[in-house]
């Protein structure tokens, strides 16, 4: 079965500074993979995504992702961190039916001024 | 309305109660998806509706709890005989295509189970 494993629970980054927050995926075919944002009381709001092609995904509000088959991982990256950027991101694939998203267990990112 | 909307936001209940959690997906959206986000925890996904398709429940932890849908609308997600380890944050979706692609999540019930 399809997994995601988000190995930093917690990170902190100073104003300014670059983000990287890492995922890794298994899964038996080509992924699909999503990066959500979960800002405190809100919903999740999707950043970016990867089916195929271009391996090197640009998302909303300044985020990326590169697709790394041979590492099966999907990294969050951004080069300067603002303090609204501090919420719990998730990293998800599609399930082997296709038909929903399994979740890592998140990362709480917080950032320091 | 503009987005998935989820009520109440806020529930607290004693343990053995029954509770229900009400969700509106966005008009016009044939899929719906309830998930389970407990502290420090990721999504734990419960069930999933497509249109008038029968739902996949496998997702659910235990009998106690069920979900229903009235056609392409509204939502109920009932627990019965709350414990507290059903304390969590129950997050509902929708999909205007019956995928992945394009789900919008609703800002989600606290549930505290006393």
């Known amino acids: 079965a399809q997994s995601v494993t988000q190995p930093d629970i917690h990170i902190t980054v100073s104003e300014g500074a670059s983000l990287e927050l890492r995922c890794n995926y298994s899964y038996g075919a080509t992924p699909y993979l999503f990066w959500y944002v979960q800002s405190p009381g809100q919903g999740l709001q999707l950043l970016l995504k990867?089916?195929?092609?271009?391996?090197l995904v640009q998302g909303i509000k300044g985020f990326e992702a590169e697709f790394k088959r041979s590492q099966s991982s999907f990294n969050l990256r951004k080069p300067s961190v603002h303090w609204s950027d501090a919420a719990e991101y998730f990293c998800?694939?599609?399930?082997?039916?296709?038909?929903?998203?399994?979740f890592g267990g998140g990362t709480r990112l917080m950032v320091k001024p | 309305g503009a987005g998935v909307s989820q009520s109440p936001s806020n529930k607290v209940t004693e343990k053995g109660k029954d509770v229900e959690l009400r969700c509106d997906p966005i008009s016009g959206h044939t899929a719906l998806y309830w998930y389970r986000q407990r502290l420090g925890q990721g999504l734990e996904f419960l069930i999933y509706f497509q249109g008038n398709s029968a739902p996949d429940k496998s997702g659910l932890p235990s009998d106690r709890f069920s979900a229903e849908r009235t056609g392409e609308s509204v939502s109920t997600l009932t627990i019965q005989r709350t414990q507290q380890e059903d304390s969590a944050v129950y997050l509902c979706?929708?999909?205007?295509?019956?995928?992945?692609?394009?789900?919008?999540f609703g800002s989600g019930t606290q549930l505290s189970v006393l």
């Open positions: 979706a929708s999909s205007p295509g019956g995928g992945y692609e394009k789900l919008f």
């Open positions: 998800a694939v599609v399930n082997n039916a296709g038909n929903m998203l399994t």
């Open positions: 990867y089916f195929s092609g271009d391996t």
